[in-house]
């Protein structure tokens, strides 16, 4: 059961972290379409499986759920998901990676 704890504990650290660099990346890069960002987080989740997050299905699960919110977001913007997306509003990403911590 510690082994279990302990595994528990590195995939919240992996979530964590995972949430943490897509921000990171994801904040200060420009884009004026939901499209255009989920392009972005597309080539960052495919960078990362590549460089071993296919060990670690954690990371995968964090950069859909990105993705989902970018989604949900578009869909509820007044002009109908295809307008322009206010990349400094990052509350959704925030509250998701508050709820990992």
Excluded: C
């Excluded at 499209?35 to 950069?63: F, K, Y």
């Amino acid at each position: 059961t510690h082994q279990k704890y302990q595994y528990g504990k590195e995939r919240r650290l992996v979530t964590s972290h995972t949430v943490e660099l897509l921000r990171s990346i994801i904040g200060p890069t420009r884009w004026k379409t939901a499209a255009q960002l989920l392009t972005l987080l597309r080539g960052l989740g495919n960078e990362l499986h590549d460089a071993g997050g296919s060990r670690e299905p954690a990371i995968g699960n964090m950069v859909r759920r990105v993705m989902f919110i970018v989604r949900d977001e578009a869909d509820n913007f007044p002009s109908g998901g295809g307008g322009d997306v206010d990349n400094k509003n990052m509350e959704k990403i925030d509250e998701l990676s508050a709820q990992v911590d």
